[in-house]
């Protein structure tokens, strides 16, 4: 586990709005960014009174020197101030928090699959970004990254993910782009297809159905997953125990010992 974090003023240095709901902000945040790793999250108070009270959970989703950036969705009355915040302004923003993923080395035989569901490309794409900065990958092999959406304009990242030289495939609700179905059912045809001699290893982040999901196909098919789960937090650091997961080693915190687990640990109900 990483346990060093930081409580730092963080200047905004954009927040701006990609699509409908979708915002990107990029905030100042040296400490943070030096010990930043893929999977791990940032705890936002996202005003400046105690209205919202509880800190906002969100995953690293870019590192650009000192400067740390993250991709969110309005959902509610926190996120809803934190698209309202302007650029000069500080946030309060306590992080890296958790514990991130375990960064697989490559070999010629292995293929990495990297599925999204929604937000859930968030901490993949700086997964992503690690990995092929670390060169964990070979000159053979292909990031393969999967991503779901409910409609084409919902699709996040797709670009980002592709000029780092992943394949990327698309799987939408309606169809509008991509393969019609679920993220987990287009994951199902590829581990049908791709060649059994190939070892694969997955790196999921998405809601809780999709990464219940893959923790049977992973089970089915012999893979190790790590899947990164979203519970609801309130202190975001380990008191509270308000973010426990049942596990086959009993109950662990999310934002402690998560959020990334092996999949074969989660005890789903
Ligand atoms: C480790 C972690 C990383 C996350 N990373 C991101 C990210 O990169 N981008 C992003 O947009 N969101 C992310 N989230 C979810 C984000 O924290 C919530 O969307 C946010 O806290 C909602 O706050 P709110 O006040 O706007 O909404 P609230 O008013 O608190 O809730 C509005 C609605 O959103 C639902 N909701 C709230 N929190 C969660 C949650 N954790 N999981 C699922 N549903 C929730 C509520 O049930 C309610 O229906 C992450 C959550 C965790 C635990
Ligand atoms: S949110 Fe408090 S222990 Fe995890």
């Not at 919202?52 to 870019?62: G, K, M, N």
């Not at 010629?108 to 490309?121: E, N, Q, R, S, T």
């Amino acid at each position: 586990m990483r346990e060093k974090a930081f409580q730092e003023k963080s200047k905004i240095i954009f927040n701006h709005r990609i699509y409908q709901d979708y915002f990107k902000m990029k905030m100042l945040s040296a400490r943070i960014a030096s010990r930043a790793l893929p999977g791990q999250f940032l705890e936002v108070k996202v005003g400046d009174s105690n209205e919202p009270l509880l800190r906002r959970p969100f995953s690293i989703y870019r590192l650009d020197g000192a400067k740390v950036e993250i991709l969110y969705e309005v959902l509610g009355k926190g996120t809803e101030i934190l698209s309202q915040r302007k650029t000069g302004e500080y946030l309060d923003v306590i992080g890296p928090l958790g514990n991130g993923f375990n960064l697989i080395p490559n070999t010629y035989d292995l293929i990495p699959i990297l599925v999204a569901g929604g937000m859930g490309v968030a901490p993949l794409l700086f997964l992503a970004e690690k990995l092929v900065e670390t060169k964990h990958q070979t000159p053979n092999t292909k990031y393969l990254t999967l991503i779901g959406a409910k409609t084409k304009k919902q699709i996040l990242c797709a670009e980002e993910f592709k000029k780092l030289g992943c394949v990327v495939k698309i799987a939408t609700d309606d169809g509008s782009e991509g393969f019609k179905g679920k993220v987990t059912d287009l994951l199902r045809i590829v581990l049908r297809t791709t060649h059994s001699a190939q070892r694969k290893t997955l790196y999921a982040c998405g809601p809780r159905p999709m990464l219940k999901e893959i923790s049977r196909l992973s089970t089915k098919y012999n893979i190790p997953a790590q899947i990164s789960l979203e519970e609801h937090m309130a202190c975001g650091i380990g008191a509270c125990l308000g973010c426990v997961v049942k596990t086959q080693q009993g109950y662990k915190r999310v934002c402690k010992e998560g959020p990334v687990f092996n999949a074969d640990e989660i005890i789903w109900g």
